[in-house]
């Protein structure tokens, strides 16, 4: 009996100190005031709202869309901004709760100077819009969009990256102004030092093609560059780094130089590969003949390609030994399979002078042999210049005929005259020079020289009859029987000195037949003199020769030397 009236007691007992508590928390009790940040619990999740317990007399809603795509579940933990009181109970707002925050997180960013995270929404004047979430837009210089100078705005659109805010407030309102540009260049920076800090020359390292120059391409390696030099893309020659690599791609290197003073990083591509050149003279010797392939033609020459890393120069000069080469598209083609001697080579630079003509036999080794002096030859005219014309004797090889060998008699003042192009002649060899590679040929040596023939004949202090063939300022040119032609210098024209040049030519016209005296010869130079004058003086002597002698057979003796004169005077 008494145990039961105890557990009584003790149950009034009980309950007068839960009712106790309660009063004491109900007089503690404050609601949250509106316009703060509250926390609640979620307990149930409709299709529009989400009822969330903050403590209060009855739980708040919140607006299911303020959730977007990510509603809570029971029992979740949610902040939202109580807004106030209604007849359903706390009015919230998470919307306006995130924002209120991020404000407080910008407001901090900005202070401690700490980056913030964005998406390039727009391109507007002079930059762009970035959306930092929650409804806010900040503004991006364009000069601080990124870490190189942006050539193509648009490409930026929608690129989400991490900002720092350079300028909060702008006439009182809350309007960012950020820098993309300085965030990149810090973490450039960051990954820089642990590339040198963490990678050793070589190592194999990823990086994407950048863009290129006449000196090699600029590598991608995260933001920073290393340089792959045209000599480093392959052992052979490269002439274009773009045959090598394509802007875009991604490729692995060799690290083979790292300079951490001044930021500098080299790569390589041919170091995948042992250096074929350290082979190079278990392989080759001078002189060999050797076979490769056409891999690159220049102005000065063409690259051949001997094995894989190995490539040659055949220069221009030497292609052939007969040929002037202008281009060396004109004797090879790009792929075309050849043989070449080995001239030289310097391991130490990579080089190889290769020699096409010298792979063939030398025609001038035995040009003297195939055409010695006097030898006939027929050939077509390939070339005419002012001086002569160049015949072509056999392939590459032409003989050059001068305007002074193209004739005994004719003056051939320009042998376009005389020869055309393409025209065959015949000629006979008067001069052979393997050593110069000349070969001197003359058309009018196929007949006697009639100089020979005409110095036989007329000796000087003969006369003949000839024919004015033409008349200039300094004398009259006159045509012997046998074709010679010789000139009456004007001085030669008169035998009265009184008698001016003028009116003594002026007595004559070409094609008239004219005496003269030959006054000297030069068959080695081609020419001859005349002269009226002496002709005429000759013929005075002559006729006194003759009067003297007939005088010396006349009895009387009664005709003397002073009746001729006076004879010949009055005729």
């Not at 020699?355 to 035995?366: I, Y």
């Not at 376009?416 to 590679?437: N, P």
């Not at 009859?465 to 001085?491: C, H, M, Q, R, Y």
Request: proline share 3%; hydrophobic share 35%.
């Amino acid at each position: 009996m008494d145990e039961m009236e105890v557990e009584k007691e003790e149950t009034q007992n009980s309950k007068s100190d839960f009712q106790t508590q309660l009063e004491e928390s109900l007089k503690t009790f404050s609601a949250p005031e509106t316009g703060n940040l509250v926390e609640g619990t979620v307990v149930q999740v409709t299709k529009d709202y989400v009822y969330v317990d903050i403590g209060d007399k009855s739980e708040g809603l919140i607006p299911a869309e303020e959730f977007a795509d990510n509603l809570p579940k029971e029992g979740d933990k949610v902040q939202a901004l109580l807004m106030g009181h209604n007849s359903s109970g706390p009015v919230l707002s998470k919307k306006k709760a995130d924002s209120k925050r991020f404000l407080k997180e910008i407001q901090q960013a900005w202070k401690d100077k700490t980056p913030v995270d964005g998406v390039i929404a727009k391109a507007v004047k002079s930059g762009y819009e970035v959306d930092l979430g929650i409804d806010r837009m900040a503004f991006l210089p364009i000069s601080q969009a990124d870490s190189e100078k942006v050539e193509k705005p648009e490409s930026l659109i929608d690129v989400k990256s991490k900002f720092y805010i350079e300028r909060l407030y702008s006439d009182n309102k809350l309007n960012p102004v950020v820098n993309r540009r300085k965030y990149l260049e810090e973490e450039i920076n960051k990954n820089r030092d642990a590339f040198f800090e963490n990678t050793a020359i070589g190592d194999t390292v990823k990086g994407t093609v950048k863009s290129f120059t006449s000196f090699g391409a600029f590598i991608d390696l995260g933001g920073f560059d290393g340089l792959l030099h045209i000599n480093d893309m392959s052992w052979g020659h490269v002439a274009r780094p773009k045959d090598f690599v394509k802007k875009g791609q991604e490729i692995e290197l060799k690290v083979i130089r790292l300079d951490p003073v001044e930021k500098r990083i080299n790569l390589s591509l041919k170091h995948f590969t042992e250096d074929p050149w350290v082979h190079f003279e278990e392989k080759y010797h001078v002189n060999d003949k050797v076979k490769g392939k056409v891999t690159k033609l220049t102005e000065f020459g063409a690259f051949v390609e001997l094995e894989k890393g190995i490539e040659g120069l055949v220069h221009i000069s030497e292609f052939s030994w007969t040929k002037k080469v202008n281009k060396p598209g004109d004797m090879v083609s790009l792929g075309q399979e050849v043989e070449a001697i080995i001239l030289g080579y310097d391991i130490q630079a990579g080089r190889v002078s290769l020699g096409l003509k010298q792979a063939t036999e030398n025609p001038w080794d035995t040009i003297e042999e195939k055409y010695p002096v006097g030898t006939k030859v027929t050939g077509k005219i390939v070339k005419i210049t002012n001086i002569g014309a160049f015949v072509a004797l056999e392939e590459g090889i032409d003989g050059f005929l001068h305007a002074d060998d193209i004739s005994w008699t004719k003056k051939v003042k320009h042998p376009g005259s005389e020869l055309s192009v393409d025209q065959e002649i015949e000629a006979v060899v008067l001069e052979c020079d393997a050593e110069a590679h000349k070969i001197k040929i003359g058309m009018k040596q196929l007949t006697d020289d009639p100089w020979k023939a005409f110095a036989e004949e007329y000796k000087v202090g003969s006369t003949l009859e000839g024919e004015i063939t033409s008349i200039t300022d300094f004398g009259v040119f006159v045509k012997a029987p046998n074709g010679i032609e010789g000139l009456v210098n004007k001085a030669n024209l008169s035998d009265e000195k009184d008698v001016p040049f003028e009116e003594a030519v002026a007595k004559y016209k070409v094609g008239d037949k004219i005496n003269v005296y030959v006054v000297d010869v030069n068959t080695s130079k081609e020419k001859v003199a005349f002269s009226v004058r002496e002709f005429k003086r000759k013929q005075q002597r002559d006729e006194i020769s003759q009067y003297m002698s007939d005088s010396e057979n006349n009895d009387d003796g009664a005709y003397t030397l002073g009746d001729l004169l006076k004879t010949q005077k009055n005729n």
